[in-house]
């Protein structure tokens, strides 16, 4: 198997809002002669952002459940960017927003799935 650097800056393969993500994609189906101009309309590169996108989303929800001390420091370090998703990934806003900290009158972080289960009607 022959690997072949394409690209350092990926901005094709990660939304702005999940700019602090590093790492390697390993993908065997690009051609290696593919240009930039390519890459910005190829369909193989959709589909590797799209997966990308929703196993970052998925160690984060895995992290906010269980390790809560590792996602509270992952959030005071990176929550104000990653709120920027809820507006720019329409079709993961739900998990975004399931995964965003508030401010409470105790002093902790809780989330929007705690605050709706703590709310009370009469």
Do not use: C
């Not at 994609?25 to 593919?34: E, S, V």
């Not at 920027?84 to 989330?111: Q, W």
């Amino acid at each position: 198997m022959r690997r072949v650097f394409i690209m350092d800056d990926a901005d094709q393969l990660m939304p702005p809002y999940l700019r602090f993500v590093r790492g390697v994609i390993d993908a065997q189906d690009l051609p290696l002669n593919i240009s930039r101009e390519i890459l910005q309309q190829n369909r193989q590169v959709d589909a590797i952002r799209s997966g990308s996108v929703k196993k970052v989303l998925g160690l984060l929800e895995h992290l906010a459940k269980e390790e809560t001390e590792k996602y509270a420091t992952f959030w005071k370090e990176f929550g104000r960017v990653f709120k920027e998703g809820v507006v720019d990934d329409f079709g993961n806003r739900d998990r975004i927003a399931g995964l965003l900290r508030f401010a409470s009158t105790a002093g902790t972080a809780t989330s929007r799935a705690s605050r709706s289960r703590t709310t009370s009607v009469g």
